[in-house]
């Protein structure tokens, strides 16, 4: 049984700064909302709850970005996981901080609805002119670590990015069906799922190297 002493001691300075940013960010909340007359339960209640929508409601939304979460996660752990003790283990390790980064760039996206309400009605910035910034960020990510992913199994992030792109192509063309909506999310939630699957894949192959006896 652990010495709940040396708990105390351990964890205090973790949860001391836990729980600051926690206060930080609730102060935040509280400060927007009345700056700009907006309820505080609208900050904390679940969207379904305060439109009194059904439980359903936005469900490939919510599976899409906890796959969007779970590929991040992956990053950030498996790199905590590598030493810095070469050039090759420090290629790795950058290549998971910026696969976690634009990976947070699109579960931010998804989560707050950054390219279609956010940057265009409150930065002033024009949808066309986000998806620009995004695909320069792909862009610069896949020139800087090119090596990294040739060496990988890249025709899955490549599907992946395939589907996306399709889902926005979609998303822009006038359909016939009623349903152009779902069939742009369903296409999109392929490519999710196939982002999560290069990442967990490879995220397993470094984790496995590791968990390997030096010969």
């Not at 409150?122 to 990510?141: C, D, H, M, R, T």
């Not at 196939?194 to 590791?210: E, G, H, P």
């Amino acid at each position: 049984m652990l010495d709940p002493i040396k708990q105390i001691k351990a964890i205090t300075p973790v949860m001391v700064m836990a729980f600051a940013a926690t206060t930080a960010i609730l102060s935040l909340v509280i400060f927007l909302g009345i700056e700009n007359g907006i309820e505080l339960d609208h900050f904390t209640q679940d969207p379904s709850a305060i439109m009194d929508a059904p439980f359903y409601l936005g469900f490939f939304s919510y599976i899409g970005i906890l796959f969007w979460c779970a590929a991040a996660a992956l990053c950030f752990f498996t790199r905590a996981l590598i030493s810095n003790n070469s050039e090759e283990d420090n290629t790795q390790r950058q290549f998971l901080l910026f696969s976690g980064l634009i990976t947070c760039l699109f579960l931010l996206d998804d989560l707050f609805l950054l390219h279609e309400v956010v940057f265009p009605e409150y930065f002033f910035i024009p949808e066309v002119g986000v998806y620009l910034i995004y695909s320069n960020a792909i862009v610069f990510y896949m020139v800087l670590f090119r090596n990294v992913l040739l060496n990988s199994e890249y025709l899955i992030l490549g599907l992946s990015f395939f589907m996306i792109g399709t889902s926005q192509f979609v998303d822009m063309i006038p359909m016939p069906i009623p349903e152009d909506s779902f069939l742009e999310d369903a296409v999109k939630l392929f490519g999710v799922v196939s982002w999560l699957t290069y990442y967990a894949r490879y995220c397993r192959n470094i984790v496995m190297q590791l968990l390997s006896p030096v010969s």
